[in-house]
């Protein structure tokens, strides 16, 4: 058995389904290989960061990792972004990158580079290159035992062509997951105490923690001691909706987290990093936690965190308390010219039971959690490592992950153009997800950056053309339908609604393009001058429509 | 002056004159300084892997570096497989990565990465981090010297906020570029005792020698002493054309390159790399130079390629030859339904004056060089590094660097869609390229190592379904159009020759899709079968009329 046969066995072995691919020559031993194993499904991409990123995806709902392949140094450089983005959320992807055969190295041939160097930016915990076909098996059983730990990680496994065409692999077995300890009995004393000294406590929770077991331990706690829930920032995945408790997630802009986190003494971290500021800005502090809080550890990412809020509910005796869910309460109908709080409106009334949310949507999705509180229950998935381009491959990793859920990625114009190649996998495969791009064509969040950092009067000419997308605007229905996926453009609430049900009445991918100026009148400051020279240059009537809509 | 402003001034003291950006908050006040210095121009891309092909192919044609703006790690990572192709064409690139503040690193923010870690993996011989506001334009300045030395390389400049943003820069001025020393007397002494001896010789030159002056100079030689000129298989840049001399490139596939190396006992370099096999194969060698045949270099990379050939020649007494030039002689017009071929025989019959010519179509373009070899004087770029999704950014780069020539980009299906965004860039700047996509539906190249690394029967049919991209079949007019940029597709010869012709009539970017299966046969033999199973749920006269398509 060669090398590659043996590799593929042994993933299977320890129940690994799914391979996001973008071969080349050096993997093509697996690719041939793949056909004699029913058990793992390959999912071409046509762009690395795809692959990864749905990887990243399918790992956070599957709660397995997902193997990737990819083409030696470039082709792991092209996935690095969204690699990035599941090593913040601690997802497990098991990261296969080929290379040149062992004896072609000295040669320096074009695609020659340093792997494992690059492989360190993600994978700090596991990089190896696999020496012999031999070992291949279990050194694939090694990486896989490092991503699927806690906290999860990356961990990638160079296979150079020869490994990976030699003879002599034999695959071998993973060793069943070993379960993550629990805070111990002292910390949790101590931190009950803390939550009876009736000083203002919250417990910021992260990763394990937002899931329902989790939440409903928290909110026990919360119910019985009055402390606040708080979740990070850029959470993994939460759950959330109609009948679950409810939790606050910490703001982006700093000046936001710090009036949030301002009556705090204590802060409880439970699988969470304690909170900073995303950038840092002239003058201001990175480190959020306000003067006199502490901060004190209930579960690292290393512990189990679930296990550990229910030792610290039982330990103030609230394991038996009613935890306080939210009321199912979805926002009405939105109408009339859309904008971004509208498409998010719409979300929340019309989002079907058990959805996955993708949230990549930046400025344009700032209301996206308030209308969807009340909506039924869902999934969040968010951009842990603010590598943007991880909205649409994440999606793809979703659907394929729960074929039998609706995933809805709500993405920003400029986040979406770094992988829009995601697109052309999601038809490709028949995926269930709606990708709803916000056209402001602009990088929005840039605009309020640049003022934040104290750029006066928010740049000049040359500046302000670095943050905007229009000249010429990106048409993705165009895009969209270039890749086979079904598309539609809306400029109207109604339309938006009736779009989003047509496509969650119908399998398979829908994209629907939200044209959403930021604002009414910064987009009539910024076209009007364009649109009244145009006007001698159009017929009449087109010109006297316009007149009257753009003046009224 | 703060630190922005003391880099830009510097830049542009520096003659640097353009700048590839995709910018984040942490690039900001680069961003805000641009508006005062008039002479630095900043082109927007929306994707880092086009701005980085793009100042790959600036460079590449304008001689000297642009400089890159790059956001974090991950933004590295996303341009990094561009800066490889830039690094093995040895190409120098101004890489400017910006970085948390220095004091927000410590907190680990969501974009903490290592950044100098991923650099060194295209910037191996400098990566810089700068430490302070004084000091940055002086790092700025190391940085360039490093970049354009002999050979070019990529240059890294992390760029941390607060260095940026801070106060008490001071620009400062790059020492003149030093020359270059030729190849030492004796070694030219020695090759030309080679060269007499009467025993086959070939040259094989790369870099700097496949421009005039150096082709000249190694045609004298051939013409005196009757050795071949070979240039290497992916030349960074080079003239050809009529009135040129010609030069025989070395094949992709080892197993033609071996027939081509296997006349010669001597084998001279001139900024070239002794030939090696661009992957390795089971069973076969990766060094291309043949038993009983020995290298030697007449210049290396750091040294003047184009003064030691004229040395060589002086040596020879041969610098007084008339070197054979090329006659113009360019194909004929094709005509009848499109094949790969046709495109390149298209474009040898049409190719303007002084066009410069981006190739990355991989199989489809097998034709290209002999279609091209009579046409008017021009320029080839090529695929240095083998890192795919180089063509339509080096095209924007090639573009900006010389405004006043026509660019013309053939592109492979699968190659185009890694970096498909470079459209928008070409729309906003109106470049004046022509994109040629060759829509193969599959990533052809692949089909041939499947075969070639020694995969029985080619694979089944997962492993197939690697690499085919239909299923959806891709629309790049519709792409295109999405991006701004004007497209067409065409399926016959008369139609290419329209679009082509009405593309470089006109200012602004062009897209041409080639519709072009690999050959009717294999189309057939693919697509047959599905067809005939879809006949019976098609309207009759649409059945008929395919039935008569595909099976006369």
Redesign the interface.
């Known amino acids: 058995m060669n090398g590659a046969h043996a590799l593929i066995q042994t993933l299977a072995d320890a129940g690994i389904e799914v391979v996001f691919?973008n071969?080349?020559?050096?993997e093509?031993?697996f690719?041939?290989a793949?056909?004699?194993e029913p058990r793992l499904r390959?999912v071409?991409a046509?762009?690395e960061?795809v692959a990864t990123g749905a990887a990243d995806g399918y790992a956070r709902m599957a709660g397995k990792p997902a193997a990737t392949l990819l083409h030696l140094?470039?082709?792991l450089?092209?996935?690095?972004?969204n690699l990035?983005n599941a090593?913040?959320g601690k997802v497990p992807v098991l990261n296969i990158v080929g290379d040149?055969?062992t004896?072609?190295v000295q040669?320096?041939?074009?695609?020659q580079?340093?792997i494992e160097?690059?492989a360190?930016?993600?994978s700090?915990g596991f990089v190896r290159t696999s020496q012999s076909t031999a070992a291949l098996a279990q050194d694939a059983v090694d990486a896989l035992v490092a991503a699927r730990g806690l906290p999860g990680q990356v961990a990638t496994l160079v296979l150079p062509?020869?490994v990976s065409?030699g003879e002599g692999g034999l695959p071998c077995a993973a060793p069943p997951a070993s379960p993550a300890p629990p805070a111990d009995a002292q910390t949790v004393a101590q931190i009950a105490e803390l939550v009876r000294s009736g000083e203002p406590v919250a417990l910021l929770l992260g990763g394990q923690a937002l899931l329902e077991p989790g939440l409903v331990a928290a909110a026990r706690i919360a119910a019985q001691a009055g402390v606040k829930l708080l979740a990070e920032c850029?959470p993994t995945r939460m759950e959330r909706g109609a009948g679950l408790p409810a939790v606050e997630r910490i703001a982006y802009l700093a000046e936001l987290a710090s009036v949030q986190l301002a009556p705090f003494r204590h802060l409880l971290l439970v699988d969470a990093?304690s909170p900073?500021?995303?950038?840092?800005y002239?003058g201001r502090q990175?480190?959020l936690v306000p003067e006199g809080c502490t901060v004190h550890t209930l579960a690292s990412p290393a512990q189990d965190a679930v296990a550990s809020l229910q030792a610290l509910a039982a330990a103030l005796g609230a394991s038996g308390e009613a935890a306080a869910l939210q009321p199912a309460r979805a926002p009405g109908r939105p109408r009339g010219r859309l904008t971004a709080p509208k498409v998010c409106k719409a979300v929340g009334h019309l989002l079907p039971e058990r959805a996955i949310v993708v949230d990549e949507a930046i400025t344009s999705g700032l209301m996206l959690g308030v209308m969807t509180a009340g909506s039924p229950r869902h999934d969040l998935i968010t951009?842990?490592?603010?590598?943007i381009?991880q909205g649409l491959p994440s999606a793809v990793g979703a659907a394929i992950a729960c074929p039998d859920r609706p995933v809805i990625a709500l993405v920003g114009d400029?986040s979406s153009?770094?992988t829009?190649?995601a697109l052309?996998t999601m038809?490709?495969e028949g995926l269930n997800v709606t990708a709803i791009i916000f056209n402001n064509a602009s990088y929005s969040?840039?605009n309020v950056?640049?003022e934040?950092?104290?750029?006066a009067g928010g740049?000049?000419?040359?500046?302000r053309?670095?943050?905007d997308?229009q000249?010429?605007?990106?048409?993705?229905?165009?895009?969209a339908?270039?890749?086979?996926?079904h598309a539609v453009r809306a400029d109207t609430a109604e339309g938006f609604c009736r779009a989003f049900e047509y496509a969650l009445a119908r399998p398979g991918p829908h994209l629907i393009e939200a044209l959403v100026p930021e604002s009414l009148a910064g987009a009539k400051r910024r076209v009007l001058p364009w649109m009244l020279r145009a006007l001698p240059s159009l017929p009449p009537a087109v010109a006297l429509a316009i007149k009257r809509k753009i003046a009224p």
């Open positions: 691919t071969p080349g020559t050096s093509m031993h690719v041939a793949l056909d004699d390959a071409l046509l762009f960061g140094g470039c082709g450089g092209n996935g690095l972004a990035h090593r913040k040149h055969a004896h072609h040669y320096d041939a074009q695609l580079s340093d160097t690059v360190r930016n993600v700090p062509a020869d065409w850029f990093k900073v500021s995303f950038f840092a002239p990175s480190d951009l842990t490592g603010g590598a381009g400029g153009m770094y829009i190649q052309w038809a490709r969040v840039l950056e640049l934040r950092v104290g750029a740049g000049g000419p040359k500046a053309a670095q943050l997308l000249g010429p605007a990106l048409n993705f229905a165009q895009l339908q270039g890749m086979g996926v």
